[in-house]
């Protein structure tokens, strides 16, 4: 049983399109994240979303927009991709928030590849 | 700006020994603390934390030790095992960050040698 789930595992697309990340959480957790990896190897939070509020990292483009349909999903839509788009995106979950002292599980990552 | 910093990108320990990792950390607010351990096309898989009012959490293996005064924390492995060789992340969390995301540092790839 997979904890915390990502489809798809890779992701090839011409600049311009626009795409999706889904996620998928069994834990029961109450909040989500997308964090991406950049090419320095560096994750970097992007979203947290609990009890249907978002918070976003600033720097974030708003191109990128996640989705929740439920507690155990947040999907993460990406409008007009670019080149700097691409990266490893992974989806993490925990029960609480993490300012609180909760551990973070992540997914296994999406590797997103624009030409 | 890194606020967490993980110095050492590299780390070669043999078989049987230990394996230290350090990890800086700049934001004085920060006061949870976790390794990760990475595989290739793989997910960060959740090791070991602390929470800033202990100075050491061991799990097996796994120790890790934390010195607020010099804000700094170290990861203990022993004995290393060769199934220990991965990209190990510190991460830090501050209570009410921004985004309530962690702050990761950039990884230091230990390498189990037999």
């Known amino acids: 049983d997979t904890a915390v789930s990502q489809t798809p595992k890779y992701l090839v697309t011409q600049m311009g399109n626009d795409k999706s990340i889904k996620c998928e959480q069994n834990?029961?957790?109450?909040?989500m994240y997308w964090y991406k990896q950049d090419s320095k190897k560096f994750l970097k939070i992007m979203f947290s979303?609990?009890?249907?509020?978002?918070?976003i990292n600033e720097t974030v483009p708003n191109r990128f927009s996640p989705k929740s349909p439920d507690k155990a999903h947040l999907n993460l839509h990406i409008n007009s991709l670019e080149l700097g788009d691409s990266a490893v995106y992974f989806c993490?979950?925990?029960?609480?928030?993490?300012?609180?002292?909760?551990?973070?599980?992540f997914g296994p990552g999406t590797r997103l590849l624009v030409l | 700006d890194q606020q967490v910093k993980q110095n050492s990108p590299s780390l070669r320990v043999q078989e049987g020994r230990i394996s230290i990792l350090n990890c800086d950390y700049t934001n004085s607010m920060f006061d949870y603390f976790l390794w990760y351990k990475k595989y290739p096309a793989e997910g960060p898989t959740f090791l070991i934390s602390i929470s800033s009012i202990k100075d050491k959490n061991e799990d097996g293996r796994f120790t890790v030790f934390l010195n607020k005064s010099a804000k700094h924390l170290s990861l203990h492995i022993v004995p290393s095992q060769p199934g220990d060789s991965a990209v190990y992340f510190c991460a830090a969390s501050e209570r009410g960050g921004g985004a309530d995301g962690l702050t990761f540092g950039k990884g230091t790839h230990l390498i189990i040698q037999p």
């Open positions: 993490a979950s925990s029960q609480g928030l993490a300012g609180v002292g909760e551990t973070q599980y």
């Open positions: 979303y609990n009890n249907k509020e978002l918070i």
């Open positions: 834990l029961g957790h109450d909040t």
